[in-house]
């Protein structure tokens, strides 16, 4: 719209109308008026292609009323603000222009210069503001379909009334999809009590967040650790943005594994260099003592220096073990298929497995997954794991899931069962030297596997629910050649 003219096309059949129209905003000097007018519908259809900051329509055009032509000129131009004159002053045909998007409403002969030109500017004024709202809704929409990170609306039950296209492709859930009348809520797709009711506390109290950590059901198998913030849009209304933090926290256990690993590393090498040397001066002088005291001694002495050297041959074992666990080896690096890999660690604990009666389910990626490793190392980590699940599974009913699949540029694989589960407290120290559950073992497998693959660059994860399972999760670089 010009600063300095308002353009209005006046529509109307009867020219002493116009006439009087135009006498009467002549009277406001101080604002420049342009009327260009048309009589008939037809000629007003045409002109309604053109821009013009405000247009006035008369009730009556001949077969056609000034109702049609509202609606026409609002299918032209969405914004355009129209006003609606009649001779008639009835209760309905205000409100059926207002209905097919008149801006106002005026009687010929009851307004006066003063009047009509305050109704122009309020019409002008008012869908300015419309087109105005219309683009930021538009840009907003386009902000909400567009997020890189899940989007939605709920009510203070928690019910999801939108959500942006990566929030339905992620969770599978489209708001307007009714089960059995319910419709989906946000708490559902929690894992665990505490932080739905840490949710729920907040929306009762109509309050924000922006820090709830929570897991989050992508489906019945698998979940992602999320950052949730949830901010109060209306009474009862609140948007919530969920930050998918998976990547970042398997990178982070990613790193704080491998400083726990050379840490552990560090503290072996000093034990073999501090024990080592000492046991070795006890163990010969043992040697010693068996050769140098008389008969009667050792007889009275019964098997005292058997059980030293022993002992002693138990411990050097178990430094020897624990260095060889968490110092990386020379590698006979080959290009290999971690499918055939799989497969072969497979058949070393198949008997075990056809005893128990397990399943086993195979989801291999056919495409190329190969990788630069020490075939035989990498054996050893995968039947490593593979023993702890077929032990972790009961007698009948055990399911062992093998899945191999390539994402960002690296060979994944996920050993799963449906065992036990390994309680929360006992996840950090899995990897740990000795650390074990088990009535037997030395509790130096999974370590030897960790070191393994951290020595082939890869990295090792597990994730586990008690009385669900357990899965590990192995990461390989895939081969450049």
Not at 64 to 91: D, R, S
Not at 276 to 291: F, G, R, W
């Amino acid at each position: 719209m010009s600063t300095d003219t308002i353009r209005i096309l006046y529509v109307d059949d009867d020219p002493d109308d116009l006439l009087l129209f135009s006498t009467i905003l002549k009277k406001n000097k101080g604002t420049n008026y342009q009327i260009e007018s048309a009589s008939t519908y037809e000629e007003a259809l045409e002109k309604a292609n053109e821009v013009f900051d405000v247009f006035l329509v008369d009730y009556k055009l001949g077969k056609e009323t000034g109702l049609e032509l509202i609606q026409e000129i609002k299918a032209k131009q969405k914004h355009v603000p129209v006003i609606m004159l009649t001779g008639m002053n009835t209760g309905t045909i205000d409100q059926e222009a207002l209905q097919v998007g008149a801006s106002d409403y005026l009687i010929k002969g009851e307004f006066d210069a003063r009047t009509l030109d305050r109704t122009l500017r309020y019409a002008i004024r008012d869908s300015q503001l419309m087109e105005s709202l219309d683009k930021a809704a538009v840009k907003f929409r386009s902000i909400f379909e567009r997020a890189g990170d899940p989007f939605l609306l709920m009510d203070s039950s928690s019910k999801i009334l939108e959500a942006n296209p990566i929030f339905i492709n992620k969770f599978g859930m489209e708001p307007h999809s009714e089960d059995s009348g319910k419709g989906y809520y946000f708490t559902d797709l929690f894992r665990y009590e505490d932080p739905k009711l840490m949710l729920m506390e907040v929306l009762g109290k109509k309050s924000e967040v922006y820090d709830l950590e929570a897991e989050l059901k992508i489906n019945s198998e698998n979940s992602i650790n999320a950052l949730i913030s949830i901010v109060k849009q209306d009474t009862n209304l609140f948007q919530v943005l969920i930050k998918d933090l998976t990547a970042m926290k398997a990178k982070e256990e990613e790193e704080l594994n491998l400083k726990k690993f050379s840490s552990t590393g560090r503290i072996a090498r000093l034990l073999a260099h501090e024990v080592k040397n000492p046991l070795t001066t006890i163990v010969l002088s043992a040697d010693q003592l068996k050769m140098e005291l008389p008969e009667e001694v050792l007889e009275e002495s019964g098997d005292l220096i058997e059980v030293i050297q022993r002992n002693c041959n138990r411990i050097n074992q178990l430094v020897t073990q624990l260095l060889e666990s968490t110092r990386f080896s020379e590698l006979d690096i080959s290009n290999q298929s971690i499918n055939e890999l799989l497969d072969q660690a497979l058949e070393q604990v198949k008997d075990r497995i056809e005893i128990k009666g397990f399943e086993i389910i195979k989801d291999y990626q056919d495409e190329l997954c190969d990788i630069d490793v020490d075939s035989e190392k990498v054996k050893i980590a995968l039947i490593n794991l593979l023993v702890n699940a077929v032990e972790a599974m009961p007698e009948r009913g055990g399911k062992l899931t093998l899945k191999t699949y390539i994402k960002n540029k690296q060979c994944r694989v996920e050993i799963k069962d449906n065992g036990v589960g390994i309680p929360k407290e006992n996840l950090e120290r899995l990897f740990e030297p000795f650390f074990t559950s088990k009535d037997s073992g030395s509790g130096l497998g999974l370590t030897n596997t960790q070191n393994i693959i951290l020595s082939h660059g890869g990295s090792i994860r597990v994730k586990s629910e008690v009385g669900k399972g357990t899965a590990f999760l192995i990461s390989f670089n895939l081969s450049s050649s």
